[in-house]
C-alpha cells in the first residue's frame, strides 16, 4: 500500500449525506481515501465533531486500512483539515511538519470543503451514487467536550460500542479490543485477561439491556447513536490506547483472509503491553510511620543486607557463567570433533557432501532447540536482554523480564545456539542473566517457585530492585569480559536511570565478586587453582606492549578506522532494521520463528563449509592457536586458515585475529570471511535465540581490521608499527561501536579484557568517531530496537525544539479522580471501566459541588485494589469487623504481581460503603502548572523517575495527568515542529521510526516501508 501514500491537490464534491433523523448535512470537511476498487472517506461532523471513515463491504482492504486510520487518530486528537491548504494540522502551526504523512499506506485525497468548487469531481459523485451499499461501517473518534446530536456530553476516553441493528441478532464482539493487540514484542504474547480489563464494553442501545452497559465517569450518560439499521457504531476516546493491529471484526461477518501484522513506522506508536514502574515512593501515613520506627540500628541492618545481597548476586552471577562457559566448551568440542573426524576421512576417500550435511544437520539440531523453548516457552528470553534491561532500569516494565524461567530459558537458549554455530556470542546474555538473578535474591521469594523465604521483605519495591538489577547487569558484563570497571561504566552508560556515590561501592562490589568467583571456579576446572588466569568468559590475551607501539601519524589512521567502523555499523543496523520489519509482518508465529532460526543455522553451516572448501589459504600448523584444524586440500602439516575463522567458537577467533603472526592470514580470506560474517550477523540478531552481539560484532571488525594491517603493511613495506593484530584490535572497536554505540564503559571493558592500558587513547579515539558517525544516519543497535518495539522509553534530555510546548498540551484529560471518603462502589467502576486506564488516580477534596475540588493527593491502582482485597471500608472499621490494621506489609506482599480487578468480589452492600483513602494516598504528589514547558516537565519527570505527573492551575485544581506514554507520544511532534531544524538525514540519536516524517524535502520518497535503509544506500553508492 506504500506506493499509493501520496497527497493529491484536487478536489471533489459530494452531494452532502445526512445521518437518519438529522436535519442538518453531518460532513463539512474531510479527506476520502481511495484504494484499489475501494472508496474511503475520512469526515469531519459540525454537529458531532468526530472523525468518521465509512466503506462499502464489497472490499477485503478494511482491517488493514481500519489499523492505520485507528493510529492516525489516536495520535492526532486535536487534529483538524484546513481547506485552504489541504493538510492536516494539530493544534498551532508551528507542528505542521510531517503530519500530512500520518496516513502511512493510505491515498489521501481531499474531500469536499465549504471553499471548494460546486462543479469539481462531478464523475465521482455519479459513480459514488450508482454503487451499491449493502452494508456500512462507520468509525467515530469523538474528542474532549464533544456532544452528540441530542445534546449530552460525550466522555472522552470511553471505548463503547453501539449496535443498532436487529438487537437479539448481534451477539457480542469475536475478541475484545485487548485480545486485537497482538504486534510482537518481546513477551511474545497478548495481554493477558488477568492483567487487563476488557477494552471493549457494549453499550445500551437497542435490545441491549441497560445491565451489561459499562458504568460512564462523571455522571455522564449513555450516548445515542444514529446509524442506518445495516451499521455499527464504535467510539473511542481520547486516552484510549487501543491499537488496532489486527482485524476489527463484525459480529455477523468471518473475516475473509489473515493479515500481515503493521509495525509503526512515521509515527509514534506505544504498545498496550508495556507499563510504567514507579522509582518515587508514595510517602504516606503507613510509609512514614514505618520509616520514623527505624532506628540507627535498624538503619544499619539494612545497610549490611544491601551489601550481602549485592555479595550473593556477584557470586551466582560468576557461577551462572562458569556453567556457560564449562558446557559450550564440552558441547561445541564434541560437535567439532566428530565433524572434523567426518571431514578428514571423506577428504581422502570422497563424498563430503555427508560432511556438509552432518555439520548442517548438527547446527540446525541444536538451533531447533534452543529456538524452540524460547519461541514457546519465554519469548522474552531471545536476544541479548539488553534492550529489555536498559528499558527495566529507564522505568518501564517489560513483561516476565526479571522472572526465574526466564533466566533458565535465557542460559539453556545460549548454549544451545552457540553450540549451534550461529553468528552469536554469550557474553550478552550474561548482562540479562545477572540482572534476574539480583531481581530474584533482592526479593527474597520466587514467585515462578510460588515460594517466600520471608527476608528481605524491606526492598519489595521499584526503587529498591532497580538498584539490584543494576548491580546485576554490571555484574554480568564483569563475568562476561573480566571487566569489574567496565561493568560499572555499562551499568552507569547504559541503564541507570538513577546513580549515587553509595549506589556505585555497591555495584563494584559485585562486579568484583562475579569477576572472582569466575576466575577462581574456572581456574580450578581448568587444572591453575591458585593462578587465578581465566577472568572472564572471554580472554583477549596479552598484547606485546614493546613491540607492538603506536606513533603519532596513526592517529588519522585509527580516526579513518572510527569512520569505517561507524559506517559499517550503520549498514548493520539499517539492514538489520528492515530485516525486523519483515519479521513483524510475517514472522510472527513461533512455529515460523522456529523454522528461521533453524533455517539461519543451516545456511551458516552451508555458507561456512562452502568458504572453506573453496578456500586455498594453507597455512603452516600452530597447534597453540588452532583447536580444530582441518587440513582438506592442504600439504601435510599445513591446516586451511578459513577454517580457523568460521570453524572454532567466535571467542577463538576473535583471539586468533588478534594475536596470530603476521602472514597468518591471506587478504582474500579475510575479505571474503568479513563480507560473509557481517551479512550472517546481520540475519542472526534478532531471530528467536537467546544470543549476543558483542562477539560477532568483535570477530567482523577484528577481521576487516587486520586487512587493514596487512594493506598498511604493504603500503609502508612492513614497517614495525603496522602489525596487523594492533588494527584488528582497532577494527574491532571501531565495529562494536558503530553497532551499539557504547563509548565510555567499551573503553574500559576493551583495556580490562586485553590487560593493556597502553591502547586506552586509540581505543577512546576509535570509538568516538564510530559513535559521531554513526549516529548521523541511524540509532544503536538496542536503542533501534527498543523504538521498534514501541517501548514509552525517555531518553536522558527532552529534544531542544520542544519548547514550544508546554504540559497543557502533551497531558492526558479529562482525568479521573476520587475523593478522600469515595464509595466502594465508585472505586470497583473506576479500576474495572477502561476509561480510566491510567494506575495512578488524584484524590480531591470533598467538594459541595458549587466549586471545583482541589488537588488532595494521589492514589496507585495496586494500592486501591488491595484496599479493596482487605475489605478496608470505614462501616467495617466502626463495627470492629477488621481483623487488624492494614500495615505497609502487606501491600509488599502483594508486590510485583497484584491481583486483576476482576479477581476481587465486593457485594451490593460493599459497594455502598465508604473508603477513607486519606491514610493510604500520597500526600504531597509531585504537580506541574499547565503552563510550564516541555523540557522542565521532562526533566521533572525523568529525574525523579516518576510515573504520574499531576497538572494543576492557580489554584491547585486537576487539570490533567502527564505520564510516560504521553511524553513520549510528544517527543516526535518536538522533534518536527521546526522543518528547518530537521536535518536531511535525521537527528542524531533519533528512532529511524521518525526519520521519514523530518525527510519531507528529501528527494526519496517520504513514505518507504523499509526506514532509512533507502537513505542509507543511496549516500553509500
Known amino acids: ?145 464533544a456532544r452528540d446530536p441530542d445534546g449530552r456530553h460525550v466522555t472522552a476516553a ?36 488477568d492483567e487487563a480489563a476488557p477494552l471493549l464494553r457494549r453499550a445500551p442501545g437497542l435490545g441491549v439491556p441497560a445491565g451489561e452497559a459499562a458504568p460512564l465517569l462523571n455522571g455522564a450518560g449513555p450516548t445515542a447513536a444514529r446509524a442506518s439499521p445495516h451499521s455499527a457504531f464504535f467510539r473511542i476516546g481520547q486516552l484510549s490506547s487501543v491499537e488496532l493491529d489486527d482485524e476489527l471484526l463484525d459480529p455477523d461477518m468471518d473475516p475473509p483472509h489473515p493479515f500481515p501484522r503493521e509495525i509503526p513506522h512515521n509515527e509514534k506508536l506505544l504498545s498496550l503491553k508495556y507499563e510504567s514502574l514507579d522509582y518515587d515512593n508514595s510517602e504516606n501515613q503507613l510509609f512514614l510511620e514505618e520509616e520514623r520506627r527505624i ?69 540446525a539440531a541444536f538451533v531447533l532447540l534452543g529456538s524452540t523453548i524460547v519461541a514457546f516457552i519465554e ?15 529507564n522505568g ?44 530474584g535474591i533482592s526479593q527474597g521469594r520466587s514467585t515462578s517457585l510460588k515460594r517466600d ?23 554480568g558484563v564483569s563475568a562476561a569480559f573480566g571487566a569489574p570497571v567496565g561493568g560499572v561504566l555499562f551499568s552507569l552508560e547504559e541503564g541507570a536511570s538513577f546513580w549515587n556515590q553509595f549506589l556505585t561501592w555497591r555495584i563494584f562490589f559485585a562486579s568484583m565478586i562475579s569477576t572472582f568467583t569466575l576466575n577462581f571456579v574456572l581456574s580450578i576446572y581448568h587444572g591453575n587453582a591458585w593462578d587465578l588466569s581465566s577472568p572472564g568468559l572471554i580472554n583477549f590475551g596479552r598484547f606485546d606492549t614493546e613491540t607492538m607501539v603506536y606513533v603519532i601519524h596513526e592517529i588519522p589512521i585509527f580516526i579513518a578506522m572510527g569512520v569505517v567502523g561507524g559506517i559499517l555499523g550503520a549498514v548493520f543496523n539499517a539492514l538489520n532494521y528492515w530485516l525486523t520489519m519483515f519479521r513483524i509482518r510475517y514472522v510472527h508465529r513461533p512455529c515460523l520463528q522456529v523454522v528461521e532460526a533453524t533455517l539461519v543455522a543451516a545456511v551458516t553451516a552451508t555458507a561456512a563449509f562452502v568458504l572453506i572448501y573453496s578456500s586455498r589459504d594453507c597455512q603452516p600448523l600452530r597447534g597453540s592457536s588452532v583447536s580444530y584444524p582441518l587440513q582438506l586440500f592442504c600439504a601435510d602439516g599445513e591446516y586451511n586458515s578459513m577454517a580457523v575463522a568460521f570453524f572454532n567458537t567466535p571467542e577463538k577467533s576473535v583471539v586468533s585475529l588478534f594475536h596470530d603472526p603476521p602472514g597468518s592470514y591471506n587478504p582474500m580470506t579475510l575479505g571474503l570471511f568479513t563480507l560473509v560474517y557481517f551479512f550472517l550477523a546481520c540475519w542472526t540478531y534478532g531471530l528467536t535465540v537467546s544470543a549476543g552481539v558483542f562477539i560477532p560484532s568483535l570477530l567482523i571488525g577484528a577481521a576487516w581490521g587486520r586487512l587493514f594491517g596487512i594493506s598498511l603493511s604493504y603500503i609502508t613495506g612492513a614497517a614495525v608499527w ?169 501491600f509488599r506482599d502483594a508486590y510485583p504481581r497484584f491481583p486483576p480487578i476482576q479477581s476481587i468480589h465486593v457485594s451490593q452492600d460493599e459497594r455502598e460503603c465508604t473508603m477513607d483513602l486519606s491514610e493510604f494516598m500520597n500526600p504531597s504528589p509531585y504537580t506541574v502548572p499547565q503552563e510550564a514547558s516541555l523540557p522542565r516537565v521532562f526533566k521533572l519527570f525523568r529525574a525523579l523517575g516518576l510515573r504520574h505527573l499531576v497538572v494543576v492551575d492557580n489554584c491547585n485544581q486537576v487539570v490533567g495527568l502527564v505520564t510516560r506514554k504521553d511524553l513520549a507520544r510528544a517527543l516526535p511532534h518536538s522533534l518536527a515542529a521546526d522543518p528547518a531544524t530537521a536535518r536531511r538525514w ?21 513514505s518507504h516501508p523499509w526506514g532509512p535503509t533507502p537513505s542509507l544506500l543511496f549516500l553509500i553508492l
Not at 519469548?379 to 532500569?393: D, E, N, R, T
Not at 527476608?455 to 555484574?475: H, L, M, N, P, Q
Open 1 to 145: 500500500m506504500s506506493d499509493l501514500c501520496q497527497l493529491s491537490p484536487k478536489c471533489q464534491a459530494h452531494e452532502q449525506p445526512r445521518l437518519p433523523g438529522s436535519e442538518s448535512p453531518v460532513i463539512q470537511g474531510g479527506l476520502t481515501v481511495f484504494l484499489g476498487v475501494s472508496r474511503w472517506t475520512l469526515t469531519l461532523q459540525e454537529e458531532l465533531p468526530s472523525w468518521h471513515v465509512s466503506r462499502n463491504w464489497g472490499s477485503t482492504d478494511f482491517p488493514c486500512v481500519m489499523r492505520s486510520v485507528q493510529r492516525f487518530l489516536q495520535e492526532s486528537h486535536r487534529a483538524m483539515v484546513c481547506p485552504q491548504h489541504n493538510r492536516l494540522l494539530r493544534g498551532d502551526s508551528s507542528r505542521q511538519a510531517g503530519l500530512h504523512a500520518r496516513l502511512c499506506g493510505l491515498a489521501l485525497e481531499p474531500a469536499h470543503s465549504p471553499r471548494g468548487p460546486a462543479g469539481a469531481g462531478q464523475q465521482n459523485c455519479n459513480s459514488q451514487k450508482a454503487t451499491r451499499v449493502p452494508r456500512r461501517r462507520r468509525i467515530t473518534w469523538a474528542p474532549s467536550g
Open 158 to 193: 470511553r471505548v463503547t460500542r453501539t449496535n443498532t441493528a436487529a438487537a437479539p441478532a448481534a451477539g457480542p464482539l469475536r475478541r475484545d479490543m485487548a485480545n486485537v493487540s497482538k504486534k510482537v514484542s518481546w513477551s511474545g504474547r497478548d495481554l493477558d485477561d
Open 295 to 363: 532506628n540507627h540500628t535498624a538503619f544499619r541492618t539494612v545497610e549490611i543486607k544491601r551489601w550481602v545481597i549485592c555479595a550473593m548476586v556477584g557470586i551466582l552471577t560468576g557461577l551462572v557463567a562458569c556453567f556457560i562457559d564449562i558446557v559450550v566448551e564440552k558441547l561445541a568440542g564434541l560437535k567439532y570433533r566428530l565433524v572434523k573426524d567426518n571431514i578428514d576421512r571423506f577428504t581422502e576417500h570422497g563424498g563430503l557432501s555427508f560432511s556438509l550435511l552432518l555439520w548442517a544437520a548438527l547446527n
Open 379 to 393: 519469548p522474552v528470553a531471545a536476544g541479548s536482554g539488553i534492550p529489555q534491561i536498559k528499558c527495566f532500569l
Open 396 to 439: 518501564v516494565k517489560i513483561p516476565h523480564v526479571v522472572r526465574l524461567k526466564t533466566l533458565v530459558i535465557k542460559v539453556s537458549g545460549v548454549i544451545l545456539s552457540v553450540v549451534g554455530g550461529l553468528a552469536v556470542g554469550k557474553e550478552g546474555p550474561m548482562i540479562h542473566s545477572g540482572s534476574v538473578i539480583a531481581a
Open 453 to 475: 523465604f520471608k527476608i528481605f521483605e524491606y526492598f519489595r519495591r521499584d526503587t529498591e530492585k532497580r538498584d539490584f538489577v543494576s548491580a546485576g547487569a554490571a555484574a
Open 722 to 890: 603496522a602489525d596487523p593484530g594492533k588494527y584488528a584490535l582497532m577494527g574491532a572497536a571501531a565495529q562494536l561501536g558503530g553497532i551499539v554505540r557504547m563509548t565510555l564503559s567499551l573503553t574500559v571493558i576493551m583495556m580490562e579484557a586485553t590487560s593493556s592500558v597502553t591502547y586506552g587513547f586509540p581505543i577512546m579515539l576509535v570509538l568516538m568517531t564510530a559513535k559521531i558517525v554513526g549516529d548521523v544516519f541511524i540509532e544503536g543497535l538496542y536503542d533501534m530496537h527498543i523504538q521498534l518495539q514501541s517501548v514509552p522509553f525517555l531518553h536522558w534530555e527532552a529534544p531542544v525544539t520542544s519548547h514550544s510546548l508546554t504540559a497543557r498540551e502533551v497531558m492526558s484529560t479529562p482525568v479521573t479522580c476520587l475523593r478522600r471518603r469515595e464509595k466502594v462502589g465508585v472505586i470497583v467502576d473506576v479500576l474495572s471501566s477502561t476509561a480510566s486506564n491510567h494506575n495512578g488516580f488524584p484524590v480531591v477534596e470533598d467538594a459541595d459541588g458549587t466549586q471545583p475540588a482541589r488537588l488532595q493527593g494521589l492514589i496507585l491502582r495496586s494500592q486501591l485494589i488491595v484496599l479493596l482485597k482487605h475489605k478496608v471500608f470505614v462501616e467495617r472499621s466502626s463495627m470492629g469487623l477488621l481483623r487488624r490494621r492494614l500495615r505497609l506489609k502487606d
Open 986 to 1006: 535525521g537527528w542524531p540519536g533519533q528512532c529511524v521510526a521518525h526519520m521519514d516524517a523530518l525527510c519531507s524535502q528529501c528527494s526519496l520518497p517520504q
